[in-house]
């Protein structure tokens, strides 16, 4: 495991900091999307853009990256030798973005390129996280799901977790030296997908 993606089935879902973790655990940089697609006043970079600031950042030796964007197409998944797949249920992912935007917005904590969140744009706009993650969260896991079905990436180790406990007991098989796991998609709370 060299090159991992992170992704998750939700905003919310925890990709940041397991990523970063994980990084750490490897010894591997962590890239963050978010940080690469959103300039000041949240305004997205178009796709080829975002594209050509994601690409140098992937043809290091190692690294571990988190984030869903579709406008990178498969780049991320080409060049991937791990997807790490954080599934947890759709509360806990709700459960989370409310907390962390209250604490964000309780600091005035400055996100990527200076932005910062507020209550009217974290909850009772259309561009809302929270509103998001209610339409797009089944629909995303039938996409990881078709996406990373056996076979498709013959190259790629998918680990899929469906909970926070079997993430952070994989993580620390890292730690004692037994290893990962390893499978087409595999689901370690129920077996293969």
Sequence with gaps: MRRISVIGSSPGAGKTSFGRRLAAQLGLRFIELDALHWGPAWTPLDADTFRGRVEPELGTDGWVIDGNYGKLGELIYERADTVVWLDVPLRVALWRIVRRTLRRIRLGEALWSGNRET?????????????????????RRRRWEAKFAPGRYPHLNVLRFRSNA????????????????????LDPSGGQS
């Design 119 to 139: 209550v009217r744009n974290a909850f009772f706009s259309r561009d809302s996280l929270v509103l998001y993650a209610l339409r797009t969260y089944r629909r």
């Design 166 to 185: 079997d993430a952070e007991q994989w993580l620390a098989t890292l730690s004692t030296g037994r290893g990962p796991e390893t499978g087409p998609l």
